[in-house]
C-alpha cells in the first residue's frame, strides 16, 4: 500500500497481531527467506492475484479508521 504518514502501529486499532509497518518499518515480499528455509512466493491465478505487476494501492479508509481507534 501506498504511505500513510501515520508511521508504525502494533496491535493497530487494539486488534492483537494486526501491526502496520510505515517510515522506519519493513515490508516482506518474494523472493525472501521464511524462517523455515522456504521462500515467499506471489500468490497469482485467482481473483486475489498478487503477482509482481500489482499496482501500490491507497491504504482504504477502514484500515485507516483503525489508527484512530482507542488500543485499549
Known amino acids: 500500500m ?22 522506519g518499518g519493513y515490508a516482506i515480499a518474494p523472493p525472501s527467506a521464511k524462517d523455515d528455509g522456504g521462500t515467499w512466493e506471489w500468490m ?10 500489482t499496482p501500490i494501492m491507497a491504504a482504504p479508509e477502514w484500515v485507516l479508521s483503525l489508527f484512530d481507534r482507542s488500543r485499549t
Open 2 to 23: 501506498k504511505p500513510t504518514g501515520r508511521g508504525n502501529a502494533v496491535n493497530l486499532g487494539g486488534l492483537h497481531g494486526i501491526d502496520w509497518r510505515g517510515h
Open 44 to 53: 497469482t491465478g485467482s481473483p486475489l492475484d498478487l503477482g509482481p505487476d
